[in-house]
């Protein structure tokens, strides 16, 4: 097995809160904090604190409105965001292909 691609993984994105946060948003243009927090069932201590680490490392941008007089942050992958996560995905692809079986010759 080569232990090259668990090499590269990228320690920002693997920790299991921000790798699910980064899921919801390749899946969506943009989400409200209250939508991500809920969707994952995170205090808002937790989902700040992994945003957070994901706006310091340049994987979201933030928004900040007024939705009915009310203020909202909404957040979205930035490019290099998008980028990060596909290059996660396609690490753990080959991880993952590693441990498949070789197909019988014929």
Do not use: C
């Amino acid at each position: 097995m080569n232990p090259e691609p668990f090499l590269q993984l990228d320690r920002t994105i693997h920790e299991k809160g921000r790798l699910a946060i980064m899921s919801l948003l390749a899946a969506a243009p943009t989400l409200l904090f209250t939508e991500i927090r809920d969707t994952l069932r995170m205090t808002d201590g937790n989902a700040t604190a992994h945003l957070r680490t994901l706006l310091e490392a340049g994987y979201v941008a933030v928004t900040k409105s007024l939705e009915g007089g009310r203020a909202a942050t909404s957040y979205a992958l930035t490019q290099t965001g998008r980028r990060a996560f596909a290059d996660y995905v396609g690490l753990l692809e080959q991880i993952v292909a590693q441990t498949r079986p070789p197909l019988p010759s014929r």
